[in-house]
């Protein structure tokens, strides 16, 4: 089965976002062993939409075409769809009548061109939207149908869960069974260790992929055949052990999620003292539900005035080591546990760039403190000159990382093949 | 003129990676006055590579293709590109010559795979790479100009910049200028913003288009021909002044990049004190550089106790009001701004859901608090059962925009149409 993507927007085409969607979806396929065949990204002209709609419908199975179903008048998907299907737009009362009842609950007042959002193609079939006033539809044309969705990130991740996989897989003639494994690792790079990972025998229809996303790389195990599928299991079990120390959870979950899966089930609490990730590390926490069960608190000590201030650094310290030093992130990490009185304390202190680096500190030179009831532990990493955001994200996930092990039982402190440390 | 891009890779069709060549190539168009026409994505099978560069070329008048030209097996481009033009691949001993050099001057040897990389179509014209082993190249098929460059991004921008650019001014045959000038706004909804500058009389070439980037709302005025720009700055104007309360800044920069400027320019210094968006409010503005200039300290109160010890909020006002309330903001915004004797103290607290709500205060009730160093301003708002990370999203930005209508000497709260205040 062919499927396809077509992103319009005139913000997607020239450059304006970053289309997440679009790598999104791809991943999504996979996950769900389908594969994307081709994306095609074309702006808000009318004859562009009709020309494309057309075009790729002679080739394609399953066309997912994101965007433009806003109330507004650059939102042309549904008269592109019309006319390119040579048929009017016609109001469609059940979503007209859904979205009243929406604004309604919200208390808001429903605007003339959102009726214009519920104007679909004669002849297609409405899905709803649960959580956006922009409803999708789909409509056959030539060899495909043609799944409109809207643009807005998470209700297109939701159409697309709710409706265009079920009904793919339900399009499917002959089913071709994938399964998929996926194991999590950090501080490995991803030649280094798919070059260790090739001592590992594959079974026939079983492969090896690598999604990096930056802190964590993803390993995916793909099995394609049922013969392939009886024999995941045992193979994931080989990988992980070849994968050794980097690996920290299975099934697709960020570093953050797994240490925040962990504190829940542990029922510790934490605390943390931010310089450099300026609220980041909390932050990446907070977005789980739940997190008030261990979190009790973090404080973004950005000055050094902050630092003695709230932590209770002292003055000779941050003169004699500085303020980004091992010493310092080890009061940061002890001060802020002591304080809001939790099992552990986490500290980062660092130069994010792309200024304030030095010689003897140049700009990557992060410290990283954790404290427990009873020890400090510390390291002093070199991360190198990357992006301010890379440096941050980076520094959360060693911290993380340091935690997770801490509760486990293991050492804080491992050696990252991909990360240099200086102490 | 029709220019398009088709990126190929694998990599890049299925979202291991982002494709950022895209984003920049589309952007530095439009910045020369071009626009991007369609871009198109495929995969590294021959077939798909002959069938969208046969197809595309029919229509388009200059095809840029990305990728594909490096030296190993799944490096199609340059043979797809022959069979599609129907002619052989054929060295290229200027390319050969300049690459042993390169080789000789790195002091590596060449490997027999880069030999490949001077295997060109017959009859394409060789375009120098300067900083890499792959050199570009162009060839006529159908209509078009196709013109083949390496996927490295440093490599594709020097090629874009020094080959690209002049070769497509020297094909333009009748200029299209285009120019566009972005306005941000905050607030207020796109079909209720829209409905309101339906009333601005457009001249003709000139475009209106929005871009919902939550929790900013973008407004692109778009001009197409000569007269056009002219009147462009004239629109801009009038647009601006239709918008109102709700524009916040040029250029298409996020709320938090404007704070962030207005901060660093207005030399004030700021501390907050944070709830459920914990730690979120201090990161977006730490993701800039020179944020330390202004940002004190964040206070990360996610539990009453934290709320006690750190920021001196009193158990009455705890017990009371709850933690959830504008009492309690005013007291974080104060103690925050106490403690870290800044000038502005920021706080937010409130029940992001998706547990937690009560039948008197819902999931999405937030209080925000802005002190000042004579005044403590609150409001409540209830932003819906909406995500969590939108209720974070938005009470940040409510905070952000507190802080820059009280810097510009405006009254710190404002209507927002599309939010609920409740106090």
Known sequence: MKIELICTGEEVLSGQIVDTNASWFANCLLDNGFELSRKTTVGDRMEDLISVFQERSKTADVIVVNGGLGPTEDDLSAQAAAQACGVPLVVNEPWLELMSQWFARSGRVMAANNKKQAMLPEGAVMIENPVGTACGFRIKLNNAWLLFTPGVPHEFKRMIHDHLLPFVRSQRSSRTPVKLAKLMTFGEGESQLASRLDSVTLSDGIDIGYRAS????????????????????????????????????????????????????????????????????????????????????????????????????????????????KQTAAEMALGVRQIMDTDYGLSVTGIAGPEGGSDDKPVGTVCIGLSTRNQVFTQRLQFGNRSRTWIRNMSCAVAYDMLRRAIAGQFPIADYPMLKRIS
């Open 214 to 325: 930056s802190p964590q790389l993803e390993v995916k195990i793909f099995a394609r055949t049922d013969a392939a599928i009886a024999k995941l299991d045992e193979t994931t079990k080989k990988v992980k052990q070849q994968i050794g120390e980097s690996f920290f959870g299975e099934g697709g979950h960020t570093l953050a999620e797994c240490i925040h899966k962990q504190l829940i089930k542990s029922g510790v609490t934490i605390a943390a003292a931010e310089s450099c990730t300026g609220g980041l590390l909390a932050s990446q926490l907070v977005a789980f539900p739940g997190s008030s069960r261990y979190l009790q608190s973090s404080i973004v000590s950005y000055s050094n005035q902050a630092k003695k201030t709230l932590l209770g650094v002292s003055s000779d310290t941050l003169e004699l080591h500085g303020a980004v030093s």
